[in-house]
C-alpha cells in the first residue's frame, strides 16, 4: 500500500510525498516527533499517521504477522544459471555492445551520463525502439516505458530510429531468410510507437509519485522490458536547498528502480547530466548527483568527446572491465563509428 491510499486529507498525503515518505515502510522507520518535524504537522498528528500506516502494513501481511517482509532464499547455483540466459537490448552499434557484454542488460539500473549534445537521449530513444525487436531477430519483442523530466524527447526522432530499425530488419531477414516478408508487414513503425508508454514528469514529486506507481503499471503490461528516465537529474538540482531530503528521495527512488528491475527482469536506464568538481584544486567533469549516487546503479557508462568522435567508458561495474568504444549518432540512430582514431581522452 502506498502513503496516497492512507485514509487522511489529501494536504496531509502531499506533505508526505513532498518529504519523501513515498512508501508506508518509510513512515514506521521514523519516531512520531521525527515527522511531526519533516512534514510540519503537530506531534498527535503524526502519531496518528504513523498509527494508520502501521495498521495498513498489517493488513497486507499473511495472518498479520511480518513473515512477507523476507522473500525466499536463493542459491548461487541458481543465481548463475540466471545469468546464463539473461537478456540483452542492443544499442545498435556492436562496438559498444561488445564493451557491454551484449547490450544494456535486463534486471539490472544502468545509468549513462555526459555533458549536453553527446547523446544521452538518442540513445535513450534507441533503447525504446531496439526492446520491441522480435525475438527472432534476436530481441526482447518488448515494450517500453520513456518518463520525460526534460522535454526533450521527439517523436519525428522516434520515428526515423523506428524506421530504420525496420530496414535493418528486412536486410538480415534477406540474408538469412526466405520468408522476410511476413515479418516486415508485421513490424510498421505504428506499432512501435503504441509499445512506448511515454510519461512526462514536470516535478520531483511527480517523478517519485509516477516511479511508485510503476510497480501497477507494470504488473498490467508485463511486456514492459525497460524503463528509461531521461533524465533523473533535472528536477532534483533545481532548488533544492534540504540535501539531506534530497538525498534521502534519491536513495528510496533508486530502490524502487533496483526492485523493478529485478522482479519483473527488465531493464532499467536512467540518464544523468554532467556536474563540476573541485579535485586538488582543478575542477573536473563528474556526473551530477555525488558520489554516492553511484551506488545506486549497477552499471555506471560515462559518454565523452574525444576530438569530434563520441566514445562511452564502463567507469563502474560489478561484471565488465573497464573499457571505451566509440559510437555515432547518425539519422538513423546510434550505430558504429567511422572514424579511425584510436587516441582515447577522457572528458
Not at 123 to 135: F, K, S, T
Not at 229 to 236: G, I, L, M, Q
Not at 239 to 248: E, K, S, Y
Amino acid at each position: 500500500m502506498e502513503v496516497g491510499m492512507l485514509p487522511i486529507s489529501s494536504s496531509k498525503r502531499g506533505k508526505l510525498l513532498a518529504a519523501g515518505y513515498t512508501t508506508l515502510d518509510a513512515i514506521a522507520r521514523v519516531s512520531p516527533t521525527h515527522l511531526a518535524r519533516d512534514i510540519d504537522v503537530s506531534d498527535g498528528e503524526a502519531l496518528e499517521i504513523l498509527n494508520l500506516a502501521t495498521k495498513a502494513s498489517a493488513l497486507e501481511r499473511p495472518n498479520g504477522t511480518h513473515s512477507a517482509v523476507v522473500g525466499g532464499g536463493q542459491t548461487a547455483w541458481d543465481m548463475l544459471n540466471d545469468e546464463k540466459f539473461s537478456s540483452y537490448i542492443t544499442t545498435s552499434c556492436v562496438d559498444l555492445d561488445n564493451i557491454l557484454g551484449g547490450g544494456i542488460k535486463c534486471t539490472e539500473v544502468t545509468e549513462i551520463g555526459g555533458v549536453p549534445g553527446i547523446g544521452k537521449t538518442q540513445i535513450g530513444i534507441q533503447l525504446a525502439v531496439n526492446v520491441q525487436i522480435p525475438r527472432e531477430y534476436g530481441g526482447l519483442g518488448g515494450k517500453a516505458i520513456y518518463i520525460d523530466t526534460e522535454g526533450s524527447f521527439m517523436v519525428e526522432r522516434v520515428q526515423q530510429v523506428a524506421e530504420a530499425c525496420i530496414e535493418d530488419m528486412a536486410e538480415y531477414s534477406h540474408h538469412f531468410h526466405k520468408d522476410f516478408q511476413t515479418c516486415d508487414v508485421k513490424m510498421h513503425h505504428n506499432n512501435i510507437f503504441e509499445n512506448i508508454f511515454y510519461f512526462r514528469v514536470c516535478s520531483y514529486t511527480e517523478q517519485i509519485a509516477l516511479i511508485n506507481y510503476l510497480d501497477k503499471f507494470v504488473t498490467e503490461n508485463k511486456d514492459v522490458k525497460i524503463i528509461v528516465v531521461d533524465s533523473v537529474t533535472f528536477h532534483f538540482r533545481q532548488d533544492f536547498d534540504d540535501m539531506p531530503l534530497r538525498t534521502r528521495l534519491l536513495g528510496e527512488m533508486a530502490l524502487n528502480l533496483m526492485k523493478l528491475a529485478k522482479r519483473f527482469c527488465l531493464a532499467v536506464v536512467m540518464l544523468n547530466q554532467v556536474t563540476t568538481k573541485c579535485i586538488e584544486g582543478s575542477f573536473q567533469l563528474t556526473l551530477a548527483l555525488g558520489d554516492s549516487w553511484s551506488h545506486s546503479c549497477t552499471n555506471r557508462i560515462i559518454l565523452f568527446w574525444n576530438g569530434n568522435e563520441r566514445y562511452a567508458f564502463i567507469d563502474k561495474s560489478p561484471s565488465l572491465k573497464a573499457a571505451s568504444a566509440p559510437y555515432s549518432v547518425t539519422t538513423r540512430g546510434i550505430r558504429n563509428s567511422t572514424s579511425s582514431c584510436k587516441r582515447i581522452k577522457m572528458m
